[in-house]
């Protein structure tokens, strides 16, 4: 597949905004019913006009909330959401929809804090592919020339694959959805941003064209409209279709019969909107609490103020607002003998401002399944128990997310190992497509109780070296490897050592640690078949009814 800005000629139109095609309105269309008798059919409604919603420092101030806020709304209140096919809600609410989370994104730090630390806990440190044929060089040479692609797996090459799998997921949480074309041609990935797959048509021949996406009777993608951008950045009217098979779409898709993804974090508009106004609340109350300095008390001192105090005209009463100067850095207070202001507690306002937002922050967090220790980064007051809950259920929340990047992955791979054989870098193998990926996972959060943990999934049995190494992000094959390279090269400075130094008697096992380590290893720990040393003396072992000596 060729690259579709070199399809469409990078002919850019100078349009200074896409146009937008008018919703074509069925009339009533008189049919029979058998029996001689009319019936008509229902007449679609007009398109309703987009009510503008007002931009904010935090993002998109929107009138409604949650997919509510990207509705249009009829002059006669809210538009009450009608029961149908999932991709009809979207038709009206996806463009919305994305622009106000990408403006969020840019513009609100919680937005994006959110993102991406479900995208630190999917990547990591980076992706590593572990080629799993029954050929230890072909598994060599396989995991070679992906490191070597993933250098630059982008057709701009302005990222190399690890950040770029980053910056992709998070632009799925951010738009919703996604593509990528397979340039043959140069062997990268160009992406396509989820705006650009769009179309005017809702049809093309027998299948349906649903926002871009051209489906069969059954719902099966079978190409995407691709648009490009015009010279001012805006997409294009025009897009041509793409087939499916050179196509990869990313899509955070909540139905099953979904055709296109919205943002993930849609349903939390609302909540921050109201952290929003709580944080302006609490900024203001004391910038006002923090200029309220000094008080006046003297003779004539209306008098005096009204010379040279600037008139509120908010204010309901005139004389009040003269008694007042704001100058900028202080408020002062001017009052005749008798008068009065009471100091105001500075501790009012916000009283419990940090508990407040704390609860605001977990709220945030439930739709993506994040604690509060990952949105807030605070560790200090969650025991080991309390943080190792966390981190495992965000790690069981992240799992969509893991299996939506590696189904991406592993078409990436396929389309790769193919190139690679029809350019006689690889020979074909029924097993050559056989490869896991890893990704960094989460940090430990007490090294001791994880390894305490370990030794006794091995004393009983319910665990492998492959598992657990895995689950440090490492391959047990690699890490064995190193291992006996170690030893080899212990070995051959022992015996160079003893052959010099004879009265000292090194051995191997006290220059390797994780050999002397071993020396108080249970023997499922450490590999080694049971021997008759380590069974329990007679009067511990179990007799036929289970039951143990005293």
Not at 49 to 60: D, H, I, K
Not at 152 to 174: K, L
Request: charged share 25%; glycine share 8%.
């Amino acid at each position: 597949m060729r690259s579709i800005d070199r399809q469409l000629g990078m002919a850019l139109e100078d349009t200074a905004q896409r146009a937008v095609a008018p919703r074509a309105v069925t009339p009533a269309v008189a049919a029979g019913n058998g029996n001689g008798r009319q019936r008509s059919r229902p007449v679609a409604p007009p398109p309703v006009p987009v009510v503008r919603a007002q931009y904010t420092p935090l993002g998109l101030q929107v009138r409604e909330y949650g997919y509510r806020s990207a509705r249009t709304v009829r002059g006669d209140g809210r538009t009450v959401l009608q029961p149908g096919h999932p991709d009809m809600h979207l038709r009206y609410d996806l463009d919305t929809l994305r622009k106000a989370s990408q403006c969020y994104f840019r513009d609100n730090g919680i937005y994006k804090a959110t993102i991406r630390r479900v995208v630190d806990v999917m990547i990591g440190g980076g992706i590593t592919l572990r080629a799993r044929t029954r050929n230890k060089d072909v598994n060599r040479r396989l995991e070679s020339l992906w490191r070597e692609w993933w250098q630059s797996p982008e057709i701009r090459g302005m990222d190399d694959g690890d950040n770029f799998a980053r910056m992709v997921m998070e632009q799925v949480f951010v738009d919703g959805d996604l593509g990528f074309i397979k340039d043959e041609a140069t062997g990268r990935l160009q992406l396509i941003d989820g705006e650009r797959i769009t179309s005017t048509k809702t049809t093309r021949g027998s299948h349906r064209v649903e926002q871009g996406v051209e489906v069969d009777r059954l719902g099966r993608p079978v190409a995407y409209h691709v648009a490009n951008y015009d010279s001012t950045g805006f997409v294009q009217h025009n897009s041509i279709p793409i087939a499916a098979e050179d196509f990869i779409f990313l899509a955070a898709r909540e139905r099953v019969t979904q055709t296109r993804g919205a943002p993930v974090q849609a349903c939390n508009f609302p909540m921050f909107h109201r952290i929003n106004d709580v944080c302006d609340s609490e900024a203001i109350a004391w910038q006002v609490l923090s200029k309220l300095a000094v008080a006046i008390t003297r003779k004539d001192a209306a008098a005096l103020a009204a010379e040279t105090a600037t008139e509120d005209s908010t204010a309901g009463d005139a004389n009040v607002a003269q008694y007042y100067h704001d100058i900028g850095d202080a408020i002062i207070f001017h009052g005749e003998l008798g008068d009065e202001i009471k100091g105001i507690d500075r501790n009012i306002p916000g009283s419990t401002f940090s508990d407040s937002i704390k609860m605001f922050m977990r709220l945030l967090g439930l739709p993506l399944g994040l604690s509060l220790e990952f949105m807030l980064l605070i560790w200090s007051d969650t025991n080991y128990s309390s943080g190792r809950a966390s981190v495992k259920q965000v790690q069981r929340a992240c799992k969509p997310w893991f299996k939506l990047l590696w189904s991406a992955m592993r078409n990436i791979y396929a389309w790769k190992v193919g190139q690679w054989i029809d350019a006689g870098r690889l020979s074909r193998r029924t097993d050559i497509l056989d490869h896991e990926f890893h990704a960094e996972p989460y940090w430990l959060l007490d090294p001791h109780k994880e390894e305490d943990a370990r030794s006794k999934r091995f004393a009983n049995r319910v665990t492998s070296v492959t598992r657990e190494v895995k689950d440090t992000g490492d391959d047990y094959a690699d890490l064995l490897a190193e291992q006996m390279r170690e030893l080899e090269q212990a070995a051959d400075d022992v015996a160079a050592f003893n052959a010099k130094y004879p009265d000292v008697n090194l051995t191997v096992r006290d220059v390797v640690p994780w050999l002397a380590q071993g020396k108080t290893q249970t023997p499922a720990a450490s590999g080694r078949p049971a021997q008759p040393e380590d069974e329990p003396p007679p009067e511990n072992r179990p007799d036929e009814e289970g039951n143990r000596g005293s």
